[in-house]
């Protein structure tokens, strides 16, 4: 899986990468401050497994600054309990951050199943 500090790289640079490669990628800010942006529609089922799903603007997520790190924040203050779905101007949900942990344990559960 491909790896990304959201701090060190633009966050619209982030978004776009796993719009065309339509493949997760590892977001970080800080040690524990992590979570793993998904396309939505592929991974529609992990991110209902989060008890908490709240909606949010792909524009806040790809603006320059640390939005996208408050979002990696949020997932790790929770211990993961908290995924956020990005919609688009149409309200579609288009991406997904969703906890890193979670993301490898149903990784693997697909895997095996």
């Known amino acids: 899986m491909l790896e990304a500090n959201c701090l060190e790289e633009s966050p619209a640079a982030i978004v776009t ?3 065309k490669g339509k493949k ?9 401050e992590q979570g793993v942006l998904v396309p939505y529609g592929k991974y529609e089922a992990l991110v209902a497994s989060h008890p908490r799903v709240i909606d949010a603007l792909m524009k806040d997520l790809k603006k320059p600054g640390t939005d996208m790190a408050q979002y990696c924040r949020q997932i790790g203050a929770t211990r993961e309990q908290d995924a956020f779905r990005y919609l688009d101007g149409n309200e579609k949900p288009v991406l997904a951050l969703v906890g890193a942990k979670r993301f490898q344990k149903w ?6 199943g």
């Open 17 to 19: 990468r796993v719009l």
């Open 24 to 32: 997760p990628v590892l977001v970080s800010a800080r040690k524990g």
């Open 107 to 112: 990784s693997g559960a697909k895997k095996k």
